[in-house]
């Protein structure tokens, strides 16, 4: 008497010999949506909204507003994108790289037509080329006290972003009662940077190395303005307030360096992006100003890829990842990890809340809680892995699970773990981007030009194989049953890994099975797409009836 059952579905394994795998593990698994033990198919995704063709990047912008269709921002870039900070902001500032300079939008320039965004500006504001023109006239009182001015100026749009300040005038020498003319404003730069004003900053000392404080602001077509003696304002804030790495700066030394990519999202206002060798922040909640000072250097490799978990950044690199933990840009604490586990693809980065996971050529890597580790060690062994082409990678999180998409030269496919253990389950369709949508909750996925809601149309159809059940003798099963929510579903059963026999099942009565033969090991398969409990064979139909 000898019984086979083959239940709770638990994904695939390439590492193990499969002879040695637990019942409830696999040698194929596609499609499988894992999550109730039983074996289920995902739902195809159903299209919600189109975009031109050869999108890498889609992102729903409108996110305030309950639509799936409304509205799609697509790039043919490898695109990172932010919302803005402010809870109070209605236009839905939007900030991005990867589609050359760093950008911002909103929902008043970005969705005027489609293709989104329509239009863009400059993420920062360059500042003035040239020094302001400054002469002093005394007031002609009686036994003057004479004092040492220098004067700066700035760049302001609509937005009230503000610019570094411009080269410091030259030294006005005059008494206090006196005024002072300023002009020679550089022209604002050209660009869609929409600057509307400028602010005019004066010491209150003689040295270029006090503090300068507000004066005026005037309209950008002002050409010259007068200091009277008006109560000084507020400290210059912007001195080191360059636009993100890509934008130029202007001022008198422009500063080149590597266009800021991979813009990430931490806490506390900060952003975050990869710009050549370093890491930048911005200023917090100021994401148009990166200060050249707010910079992290890997000790000994170059970044790849940013990770955000609590208040801790992983800097994943081209050798050990990188902790980057701090309550402020000026203040932030870098470890190295013990984990030599180098990101082979910025794309396969996803930061899942308790940790961030990534590829990297050993496997689909961990860093949060529990520690460090390779999730899919003891999973599948390093071949199986380069075998998906790690560096194709492109991943997201649903339901606390990950989602890669991968291209191994016969188009992309698809696989989904869990990152607290079990086997993997893998797609025969893969995706060439993906969004995550936190509003709704929800992950869209663009095949082509169609961006589909996941899981959310018709039934995939799932394709599951057990492990070998080795005997200790030759036998021949004669009996099997499904137990299935509805059918049909079909059965398969291999023997010493022969096809000895399909069938659709269309109840959950027992079937004969082929005699004339016997073999030592034994595999069931499962195709269909109604869900199935659980699956056994016998040699006789009566051990059935008894389970």
């Not at 409830?24 to 289920?40: E, F, I, M």
């Not at 950008?103 to 970005?110: A, D, H, L, Y």
């Not at 050990?320 to 840009?329: A, C, D």
């Not at 709704?440 to 995939?460: A, C, E, H, P, R």
Request: aromatic fraction near 10%; include cysteine; hydrophobic fraction near 35%.
């Amino acid at each position: 008497m000898a019984v086979i059952r083959y239940g709770g579905f638990a994904g695939e394994n390439r590492a193990i010999n499969p002879v040695m795998l637990p019942d409830t593990v696999g040698v194929v698994s596609r499609n499988q949506k894992p999550g109730r033990g039983d074996l289920r198919a995902w739902k195809s995704p159903a299209t919600v909204a189109t975009v031109p063709s050869g999108r890498q990047t889609i992102y729903r912008m409108g996110r305030d507003v309950d639509s799936d269709a409304q509205y799609w921002l697509s790039w043919t870039t490898a695109v990172n994108v932010v919302r803005g900070f402010d809870a109070a902001d209605t236009t839905e500032q939007t900030y991005y790289t990867g589609d050359g300079a760093p950008k911002f939008t909103n929902n008043v320039i970005g969705l005027a037509t489609a293709p989104y965004p329509t239009a863009s500006r400059p993420m920062g504001i360059p500042a003035p080329a040239g020094a302001p023109t400054v002469a002093g006239t005394n007031s002609g009182a009686t036994s003057p006290v004479i004092e040492y001015y220098y004067y700066v100026y700035t760049y302001v749009n609509s937005l009230g972003w503000e610019s570094a300040p411009s080269p410091v005038s030259a030294l006005v020498t005059r008494d206090n009662l006196g005024s002072t003319s300023i002009s020679g404003f550089s022209a604002a730069p050209s660009g869609n940077y929409d600057i509307a004003a400028i602010r005019i900053y004066r010491t209150q000392g003689s040295s270029t190395g006090t503090d300068f404080y507000f004066l005026r602001e005037i309209t950008i077509a002002t050409t010259s303005t007068t200091d009277d003696n008006q109560t000084l304002g507020e400290n210059l804030a912007t001195n080191l307030w360059f636009p993100a790495p890509g934008v130029p700066t202007g001022g008198a030394t422009s500063i080149t360096e590597p266009t800021l990519s991979n813009l990430t999202a931490m806490w506390n206002g900060m952003m975050s992006g990869i710009s050549g060798n370093s890491v930048r922040i911005c200023e917090p909640y100021t994401p148009y100003a990166w200060p050249a000072n707010y910079e992290i250097i890997p000790p000994d490799s170059k970044p790849v890829g940013l990770g955000v978990f609590g208040q801790s950044l992983l800097v994943l690199t081209t050798g050990r990842p990188l902790l980057v933990q701090g309550s402020t840009p000026d203040g932030m604490d870098q470890q190295p990890l013990e984990m030599q586990q180098a990101c082979v693809s910025a794309r396969s980065v996803v930061s899942m809340g308790s940790g961030v996971a990534w590829a990297s050529e050993d496997g689909l890597c961990w860093y949060g809680a529990g520690g460090a580790r390779v999730i899919t060690n003891g999973i599948m062994l390093r071949e199986d892995w380069q075998a998906l082409v790690p560096s194709s990678i492109i991943g997201k999180m649903y339901e606390g699970l990950y989602l890669g998409s991968y291209d191994d030269g016969s188009g992309r496919k698809g696989f989904i773990i869990d990152p607290s253990g079990g086997g993997i389950y893998f797609l025969d369709t893969g995706y060439s981007a993906m969004h995550f949508d936190s509003l709704k909750d929800q992950l869209y996925v663009l095949t082509g030009t169609n961006i589909g809601k996941w899981d959310t149309g018709t039934s995939l159809t799932y394709r599951s194989r057990s492990k070998p059940f080795r005997q200790g003798s030759p036998i021949n099963f004669a009996a099997a049953v499904v137990v299935a929510n509805a059918y049909p579903v079909t059965f398969r059963l291999y023997a010493d890994g022969a096809l000895k026999h399909t069938q659709t099942v269309a109840d959950r009565n027992p079937f004969r099975l082929p005699s004339g033969y016997r073999a030592f090991e034994f595999q069931i398969e499962l195709e269909g797409t109604n869900p199935v409990q659980d699956v056994a064979i016998a040699t006789s139909i009566e051990e059935l009836k008894q389970l």
